[in-house]
């Protein structure tokens, strides 16, 4: 009777695991299904020329990214003979890529490109926590490059004789409500009216303020040769005379999606000088130079932003992380000069489309 009671508990036992097996295995099953990559949004063309382009988006999570190439317009055929170079920098810094990386901001290359030429783009983003995939978008994107390049051009139909492009480097600062604040990884996008696309670039990489590599720059260097025109997919040539605007976006600064207000193109005469953009054209510099940014994140600059300012001046609303940003150089504890200047000033400001 011992026998059979044992074998009975057996049965019961090995039933028992069974089930529990069966449980863990629809459980697992359950987690497959609904398991998925980090969420991609922002993927937006940058850097397009006639041989090649970069594209740059925002990754919910910490994330490796990459490109895939397909013929266009069946976006079937892949291609597999372009190079393609995640989180290009000019330097080869690591802790550019590093950081990068850590705040979900993607920038992939691709080059050896044909001028003039349709090609499928399709993001694949790894996430660093899970190491699970997203591929966007869909439908692929489609993107043309630049029929060609010109660095130079006829004074006027009539003269065949060749005069240089006045196109430079140009240098922009982000701004940061924290002195000293970690810029590593942020990467900057900047529009210039006429333009194709935007060039962007990660801050502080090529550049630096103050000779010390230990601490964190808020400036960003742009070729302004690599920009062509939007109407002639040729080079872009700048006048510089006040009648073209710069706008700029920060992906991953520690105030988050940040809009710096239109700055005029920079004049020049020579080629491989490093410019400032001015300040805007009828506005007093305070407001012009990208300190008020879009402090309630509505995707536009309007007065409620510098109300925000203007509040935290006067100690009325405590400071919104990611969201407010001044100019460091503000007293926030008593000063409201900078913020009424601001708020005076909002109406006029020009915000280039993205």
Not at 53 to 70: E, H, K, M, N, Y
Not at 218 to 223: D, E
Request: net charge negative; with cysteine.
């Amino acid at each position: 009777m011992r026998t059979t009671g044992l074998h009975s508990i057996g049965a019961a036992f090995r039933r028992a695991t069974t089930a529990m097996v069966v449980v863990s295995a629809a459980l697992c099953a359950i987690s497959l299904v609904g398991a998925a990559g980090p969420d991609v949004r922002f993927i937006t063309v940058t850097d397009l020329t006639p041989r090649s382009f970069r594209i740059v988006w925002i990754s919910s999570d910490p994330a490796q990214g990459t490109l895939r190439l397909f013929e266009a317009p069946g976006c079937v055929n892949e291609i597999f003979n372009a190079p393609i170079t995640p989180f290009p920098t000019v330097t080869g810094d690591a802790s550019i890529v590093n950081h990068a990386q850590q705040l979900g901001v993607v920038s992939v290359q691709v080059e050896d490109l044909q001028p003039d030429t349709e090609y499928c783009v399709q993001t694949v983003t790894t996430s660093n926590f899970s190491s699970l995939s997203t591929t966007a978008p869909d439908p692929l994107l489609i993107v043309r490059t630049e029929k060609r390049t010109t660095r130079a051009r006829a004074p006027s139909p009539s003269d065949p004789n060749l005069i240089g492009f006045s196109n430079d480097l140009a240098k922009l600062e982000i701004t940061r409500s924290v002195p000293g604040a970690d810029t590593r990884g942020a990467l900057i996008l900047v529009k210039v009216e006429g333009a194709s696309t935007p060039l962007s670039a990660f801050v502080g990489d090529g550049i630096d303020d103050d000779g010390d590599a230990t601490t964190h720059t808020a400036l960003a260097l742009v070729n302004l040769n690599n920009l062509y025109g939007a109407a002639s997919h040729e080079s872009l040539d700048l006048a510089g005379d006040g009648t073209e605007e710069i706008s700029a976006r920060v992906l991953g600064s520690p105030e988050g999606f940040v809009t710096v207000q239109a700055h005029l193109v920079p004049a020049d005469a020579n080629l491989s000088e490093l410019k400032a953009p001015a300040p805007c054209a009828g506005a007093g510099q305070t407001a012009c130079e990208g300190r008020l940014g879009d402090g309630n994140a509505d995707g536009s600059i309007t007065a409620l932003d510098a109300e925000i300012v203007r509040d935290l001046v006067v100690g009325l609303t405590p400071i919104l992380p990611c969201m407010v940003c001044g100019d460091v150089t503000w007293d926030f504890s008593d000063d409201m000069k900078d913020a009424l200047a601001i708020a005076q000033f909002v109406a006029a400001l020009r915000v280039l489309p993205w």
